[in-house]
């Protein structure tokens, strides 16, 4: 029974923590938003311990800043530490992109293309939050379509530091947030793995230059959930 007891408890630490991870590179949160224990708790239905623990491992892979129970939010970016992440996904996620373009069957290829018309709404109808989803869902299923689950843990902890930045600029960066995913759906049906790579850079590099120039200007400001 002690054993048993254990894993339960575990298997809660893991379930919150994933759905804390899921949150973050989802575009659930923004940069500097100010997270609550209690209040997660709430929303959860479970007591602190799971939140507080979840909310260790997220502080750990860099994705808040735990400053005191009190006070922990969701950690803002430097230039600096942008340009770094995107030189990294710009290799790992054009190595996904290459290699899914190799194996690509016709129903992944069709179920990237729902992805892209149901973003098309969201773009359109300026929910940022759908928007955000159906982006990080684009780029996931590819390193899923190349069969590359290790590359895919890699890419979660540099997603749970990006995709509050994402988020924060998806509205503002307008069609530049999907316009590239096009030519990497197009490149996968040809079965060419060069071009399929060139196009998820394009992506990162294009695509992402309204979250650049946030940085740059200085734009993200600390926010406090209601």
Known sequence: MPEFTTLEHENLNSVVYGALCDAL????FQPG???KIRDL?????????PIRDAILRLANDEAITFRSPRDIRIAGLSERRY???????IRLEGLAAETAAQ???GAEIQALEQILRENEEAIEAGDRLKGTQLNQAFHFTLPKIAGLPVLTGILRRLWLQMGPHISGAYLAGGRAMID???PVVEALKRHDPAAASMAIVDDILLGGKPILDRL???D???RRLA
């Open 216 to 218: 740059e200007r200085g």
């Open 41 to 49: 708790a709430e929303q959860f239905g479970t007591s602190v311990t």
């Open 220 to 222: 993200e400001r600390p």
């Open 180 to 182: 590239h995913h096009y």
């Open 83 to 89: 340009l770094e992440i995107r030189a990294i996904r």
């Open 33 to 35: 938003d100010r997270l």
């Open 25 to 28: 590179m989802q575009g659930r």
């Open 103 to 105: 194996v690509a069957t």
